[in-house]
């Protein structure tokens, strides 16, 4: 079904009674050209991308629970590109590129509002620091503003200015950056890939690897083994777990990322803003929620639940995941593809942990590192 004007008004004369599921719920076969393991919005936009860029689909998407239960319905909704460094400002602005047409793409609304990200400055030294990252932007083909106080003020007037601690001296601003609404970000690929022919198969676990030798074919789940030629992971916070299953040991540990909603109220805040002597940054919803906070814990977790310590503490930043979504399936669908990396992710090799080659990312959050 294409969604548009005519087929909105066409429904509602029929009291919206031929409205059609938005993906196919299909059942598991015995074998694919790829399976992906995880439907976030990273499986869903690789296997997208692998049948609309590559023409390769008989995929299947394979989520141990619903479509958007997972990771991606919980996350803080900014997407920007404003990053500092080589490894990261191409993939992120691309990323961005993406989504500024991915409605139309897609045919589907994800509510991509691009209402500016702006992160403020509090001294003379973190201004000549942003001055250098918004020019680092500039020259990697994206958008970058420096403010001073002045027009600061002229768009957030609500602000503290005179804080004596820590007084607004300005800020760098991101027009294009803003927000999507998450869970529509998973339907929509959902939509899209199903479209395509792939297998979306919900409520699907992933238990073991079959092999054959030392080569991966397969994968044992919760409803029976599936066959591959190529299996991909796409599981977020579970990757170490997930590649364990494959006698895979990744050198990343996983933590709970944590941010708050408030109860709605009338807008007032009209992008996002971020605070610049500490890790925090506040947007309002389409709902009227305040989506803000959120650090991560100081412990190993699976879990997707927050907890009561951290909301003492609340000074976090949300890192590269959603942002990342179309340029991560985009990239992700080249190598299982291609069989190399693209160039715009060269830079996240596995063996980055090993040669030291990590991505120091200034614009990123209180771990850089975990990049």
């Not at 509602?12 to 919005?41: E, N, T």
């Not at 069989?339 to 942990?353: C, G, K, Q, S, V």
Request: hydrophobic fraction near 40%; charge should be positive.
């Amino acid at each position: 079904m294409h969604y548009s004007l005519l087929t909105l008004a066409r429904q509602a004369l029929r009291g919206h009674r031929g409205w059609q599921p938005v993906w196919r719920d299909a059942a598991p076969r015995q074998s694919y050209d790829v399976i992906i393991v995880g439907g976030g919005g990273h499986g869903l936009a690789a296997a997208y991308y692998l049948a609309k860029e590559h023409g390769i689909r008989n995929v299947a998407v394979v989520e141990k629970g619903w479509i958007g239960s997972g990771n991606a319905g919980r996350n803080t909704t900014i997407i920007r590109s404003n990053y500092l460094l080589p490894g990261n400002e191409p993939f992120y602005e691309w990323s961005m590129k993406l989504w500024e047409g991915l409605e139309q793409d897609l045919n589907y609304n994800v509510m991509v509002s691009q209402r500016g990200v702006l992160n403020l400055y509090h001294s003379d030294a973190q201004r000549d620091a942003f001055a250098r990252r918004g020019n680092a932007i500039r020259l990697a083909g994206a958008d970058a503003e420096l403010l001073d106080a002045g027009a600061v003020r002229r768009m957030l007037p609500l602000l503290d200015f005179d804080n004596a601690r820590f007084p607004i001296k300005g800020g760098l601003l991101q027009r294009r950056g803003g927000t999507a609404r998450h869970d529509a970000v998973v339907w929509g690929y959902a939509r899209g890939a199903s479209d395509r022919g792939i297998d979306i198969i919900q409520n699907c676990e992933v238990t073991g690897f079959r092999r054959n030798g030392d080569r991966i074919v397969g994968v044992e789940t919760t409803r029976g083994a599936i066959y591959a030629g190529k299996v991909g992971l796409a599981v977020a916070g579970s990757s170490s777990r997930v590649a364990a299953l494959a006698g895979l040991r990744l050198p990343i540990e996983s933590h709970v990322l944590q941010a708050f909603v408030s109860e709605a109220i009338k807008p007032f805040i009209p992008g996002v803003v971020t605070f610049g002597a500490g890790h925090f940054y506040i947007s309002q919803s389409d709902k009227g929620g305040l989506v803000f906070g959120g650090d991560i814990d100081g412990y190993n977790s699976y879990a997707q639940r927050g907890n009561l310590p951290t909301v003492e503490d609340v000074c976090g930043w949300c890192y590269g995941g959603f942002k990342a979504t179309p340029a991560s399936g985009w990239c992700f669908a080249h190598l299982l593809a291609r069989d190399e990396p693209h160039p715009l992710a060269a830079a996240y090799r596995l063996d980055r942990f090993k040669t030291g080659h990590l991505i120091d990312e200034k614009g990123q959050g209180a771990q850089p590192n975990l990049h």
